[in-house]
């Protein structure tokens, strides 16, 4: 239920991935996606490639999937040199390049500070953010007593979203913000 990382990249860009080393000697490079949307890993799509104080755009040349990660190769970069001068920096796209949300989709800052209660109108806190996990999306929560709750953002527990009113109604298992 979310996408994209905003975190730790300029402002107005979104990280979708994250170069880890070259991949043979024709200046590919291997990918881990932070994309729940990879298909928008195509020819032709700009990034902008970051590490540090470094940055260059980039444009994608050729792009196929492999195996969790994506095999990406830029134009201007044809060889493994080049390549590995990408190793550990991110790729981000402008947030106007941002997905259109599917129905049921939400983004993480797009619920940040949503308020959350329970079905009887009752506070339990502010959404810090929605992030994924192995085990599914989880809602991060600071509860009224100023903790931090995980709560699992799936149908038997979010009873309803209220994008009008940024109002997320929970219905957790008893002890959930306990913990």
């Known amino acids: 239920m979310n996408d994209e990382q905003q975190a730790g990249n300029a402002a107005g860009r979104l990280v979708v991935g994250t170069v880890r080393r070259p991949h043979g000697l024709d200046g590919e490079v291997s990918v881990d996606v932070a994309t729940a949307f990879p298909q928008r890993f195509r020819p032709g799509l700009a990034l902008l490639w970051r590490r540090g104080p470094e940055s260059r755009h980039l444009v994608i040349a050729a792009a196929r999937a492999h195996g969790s990660r994506w095999l990406l190769r830029f134009e201007g970069v044809h060889a493994a040199d080049g390549a590995r ?95």
């Open 85 to 179: 001068g990408l190793a550990r920096g991110e790729l981000s796209v402008a947030e106007k390049e941002r997905f259109p949300a599917p129905e049921g989709f939400y983004y993480s800052d797009q619920v940040a500070g949503w308020r959350c209660e329970n079905k009887d109108g009752k506070s339990l806190g502010c959404v810090e953010g929605l992030e994924a996990s192995p085990a599914g999306p989880l809602l991060t929560i600071r509860t009224p007593e100023g903790k931090s709750a995980l709560v699992p953002f799936v149908a038997s527990i979010v009873v309803r979203i209220e994008d009008g009113e940024r109002r997320i109604v929970l219905d957790p298992p008893e002890g959930l913000f306990d913990l």
